[in-house]
């Protein structure tokens, strides 16, 4: 069953089923090839409830009966977040890997495998593995194609729960928001939340290349001319989505080599360049408005679409952000004005 998108760009699809036969179909047409087992067909229901945008998508997967799965290798990035029950991975390579009620694990992905998933809920997170390599490349100076997850369980309690945090801001304050979900530069930045949070909680070789006390590698100079390039562009560009690999682009250098010599140079980071350009032209549309085309008590809701359309997903921090940009205005006084 399926209900209307939310937004450009944005879908949402429920299903559930009782019938065995529907859910090996429904797995095997949104995951990969798979049978499915399940020990009591009597009781079965399954249930599966996903917004997704073209690089992500949010699931949360329930059954009534424990069932097991026999997959090929999966082509996509999928974390889980286990409610209630329990999901257990087994693969040739690393054994029996389990991940219980309040854990969170990183399926397989290199191999195929064998999952067994209790009776519960699992939240799950789907990212497009193509596109979390590219982001690993630039931020931490490695081929896409060396990105390697060496470990399925998370590195610290801590980094799971900044993962938690995430996820709810990514799936309610982002997709779940049509104003929100509807805007690219703002899925474009949440997808790249999630796979910071990604590379930051499991152990990889990106990973192992930004942290390692033994690469002692200066990064490289990047010229005067080539930094005042990309801080026009970024100022120029500010309504679009941009990232490490837009900003490496722009300099033919790497991401790495920009940021550092932007911090050498002009004590900032592209980032820092970007938000501010962001913030300038939010300000300059809530100046330029025509204060008589918003009814009487929709400025709040005008001020939220500017901030949406410049890629402030916070509306809270937005307005923080505006006040001292404009030394106390507040973005709906602007708007009046």
């Known amino acids: 069953m399926s209900e209307p998108s939310p937004a450009p760009g944005v879908s949402r699809d429920r299903f559930v089923t009782t019938d065995l036969a529907e ?37 949360r997967l329930s059954s009534s009966v424990a069932f097991t799965t026999h997959a090929a290798p999966l082509d996509h990035v999928v974390v889980v977040d286990v409610r209630a029950g329990a999901v257990t991975w087994t693969t040739r ?3 029996a890997v389990p991940v219980a009620a309040g854990d969170i694990g990183l399926n397989p992905l290199a191999t195929g495998y064998r999952t067994t998933v ?8 789907v990212l497009d593995p193509v596109r979390v390599a590219d982001y690993a490349a ?16 998370p590195l610290s309690p801590r980094l799971a729960r900044h993962w938690r945090a995430t996820n709810a801001h990514v799936r309610r304050g982002v997709l779940g928001d049509p104003l929100l979900a509807g805007e690219p530069i703002v899925r474009d930045h949440a997808f790249r939340l999630l796979a910071c949070a990604l590379l930051a909680m499991f152990p990889n070789t990106g990973l192992e290349a930004v942290t390692d006390p033994h690469d002692g590698g200066a990064a490289g100079d990047v010229g005067e001319a080539t930094l005042r390039e990309v801080v026009d ?21 790497p991401y790495l080599d920009v940021t550092a010599s932007l911090r050498r140079r002009r004590g900032t ?17 809530l100046r330029d408005a025509d204060p008589a085309t918003v009814a009487e008590g ?3 809701r005008a001020v939220a679409a500017v901030a949406a359309r410049w890629g402030f997903d916070r509306p809270r921090a ?18 009046r004005r």
């Open 23 to 59: 859910a090996e179909h429904f797995l095997r047409r949104n995951y990969t090839d798979l049978s499915l087992q399940v020990a009591d067909r009597q009781d079965f229901r399954f249930g599966h409830d996903t917004t997704a945008a073209t690089d992500l998508a949010i699931s």
């Open 93 to 95: 390579g690393h054994g």
């Open 118 to 125: 209790e009776p519960g809920d699992v939240d799950m997170v």
């Open 138 to 153: 630039h931020t931490c100076g490695i081929p896409a194609e060396d990105l390697v997850f060496t470990g399925q369980s």
């Open 233 to 253: 562009y970024l100022h120029h560009h500010a309504g679009d989505p941009t990232g490490p690999a837009e900003i490496a682009g722009i300099a033919d250098a």
């Open 269 to 285: 980071h592209p980032a820092e360049l970007l938000w501010h350009a962001r913030l300038l032209g939010a300000h300059r549309d």
């Open 298 to 300: 929709d400025a709040a």
């Open 318 to 335: 937005f307005g923080v952000a505006y006040r001292m940009l404009t030394g106390g205005e507040t973005p709906e006084h602007t708007l």
